[in-house]
């Protein structure tokens, strides 16, 4: 699904990313924890092809082609989504009619058909019941006035409408109260399939106990220094990231 | 032959075409106004230098129907349920009898002659107190223009939809909105010169809304390559209710120009604007709102998107008098541009002579949202799509404001095609 190799990347002149190597192959869940400001966002955005960040070295293969060449619109378009660690508020534009634009470019590239006013509203319907997600938020602007917690919800409804093949959730649990996240993990937890990839960051074990990822890797000052199993956010948890790095030679 | 010589000429030829036929109430003014104009006028504005004695009184192009193939939206398609009345070179040339009606919509000169008591109350009563350059010129070449007198009381539930189109090359048109107490409509009209380059219209609306009225009004003007010229008027008695909104897709060079005077207590108004500066157009709102009765509350939003080498330009005054005390006084002009030659001219003016106040003014130009562009980049939509989706939420939030669901659904739909049209 997605190979990263010794992908290197750099803001306004600064190496952020300096080497990273990571295969996730179908239906797998990763997750990366690392310190604050150690790359994890960068990798994201890096990935999504935010036009600010440069490619210094490296390559990103995904479902069997370059990456980095493509447009960001072509990467989503593709089945590449990235649930933002802090999405912008776009006024004016209601949620239902971004996510139908969205949605059909994305049907369009696959050369399915688009779907017309009512479909959509029956497709969209369906994803609300399944996640639960109150209607009142679909009939507002996109992510305007939305508290965090909402806009982590929306951002989930929006990956369940796109129905990616990996999905990147940066920091999806950040800044929720307990029983949303019980909310998010559990919509998560039904989004993810036998083939359906992904990439979970996160700071807390929390979300990791519902996800269950098969590998954790720990990203540090721009390298994955480590890669274990689910017990490595425990120790992490337990034990912070200090003794990880004093093992590196 | 120098630009006054010209206009004099032009005067001296329009006395036959004009003078002959019209009212002496219209008459009487016009020598006068065209001195005071001459007066008035910086002829180095390059909005009076399109004139030439050869510009036309008549018609130039006559055929309704002759309208080319890349302007057929501006074709005139009937539409249910509101009361449609076509005006054509400034005369109402149909109006829909459909149902019973107990207000008037008459051509001015009709008006005049018909209800001379009433006319003579109202004609010229706002362009002669508060007049500019453009109204005295308007005033020395009035030809003829619409009236919708609503008598005491009357309630219209249906909107009223003008279609106006204007053919000529020198048009000056003065209409009148007089709604008495306790009255309200609602009129849309759609403002199109089909006329040659560098045409000028050169309108006045005057509209006096007494105690209680309820007086909603939108502009869609299209003026092409012609210099279109919009001076509305309006006074408001106590507790009376305007809304004015004026949206100008194309013009060679086009001021809409808005005096409100609330003079009444509790009286209220609200201004809207939106325009679409492009290739060479100049597009500017001037808003003056005079707070003198105690209690008003206006609020004034203009929102604006530039593209190309378009140019922009908002003169917002408002000024609190010192009798208008628990006034409530907003101004907003927000603009957006689409290209990195486009200008905008913004001056947000407030002037307060009383404490009791509540106001606010501002201004913004800026471009789309980098960060809102790559979101929607960042979930498949190419970023021509999303700069056009940006642009329509910028203009959708100024519709909500509009009450007549009429007006915002006619608006919204010529916006669309606007958008639709540009390539971003
Ligand atoms: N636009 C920018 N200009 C300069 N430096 C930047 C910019 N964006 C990010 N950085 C720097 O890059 C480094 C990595 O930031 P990044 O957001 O990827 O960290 P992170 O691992 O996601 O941290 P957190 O856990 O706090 O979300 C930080 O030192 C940050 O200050
Ligand atoms: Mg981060």
Redesign the interface.
Known sequence: MLKIKDLHASINGTEILRGINLQINAGEVHAIMGPNGSGKSTLCNVLVGRPEYAVTMGTVVFKDSDLLTQPPEERARRGLFLSFQSPVEIPGVPVANFLKAAVNERLKFNNRAELAGGQFLKYMHGKEKLLNMPPELINRSVNEGFSGGEKKKSEIFQMAMLEPDLAILDEIDSGLDVDALRNVSDAIGKLKTDTRAMLVITHHCQLLSYVRPNFVHVLSKGRIIRTGGPELAWDIEDKGYDWIQEEKP | MSLEEKYRELFARGKKVLHGSAPALMNSLRQSALERFFESADFNDEKYRQISPLTALYPANDDLENIPPWRKTLRFRPIEGVRTVVVKNGQIVSDDCSFVRNYKITGLRQFIEQHRDIAKDYFANLTNKYETPLTALNTAFCNDGFVIYLPKTVQTFRPVYIYNITTVGFANYHNMIIAEKDTSVNICIRNIVNAPNNAIFNGVTEIFADSKSNVALTQLNDGYYANLYNSFLCRQAASSKTALCSVTFSGRQVINSFNMRLEGKYSETRLLGASFPSQGQQISHLSTVEHSGAGATSDQLFRNILSDNGIGVFNGRIHVGPRAAETVATQRNDNLLLSDDAKMFTKPDLVIDNDDVKCSHGATVGQP?S??L??????????H?ARR??A???I??LLKKLNCKFASEHTAELIERWLDSYHY
């Open positions: 949202d960060d809102a790559f979101y929607c980049r960042a979930r498949g939509i190419a970023e799509d989706l940006l329509k939420a910028f959708t939030e």
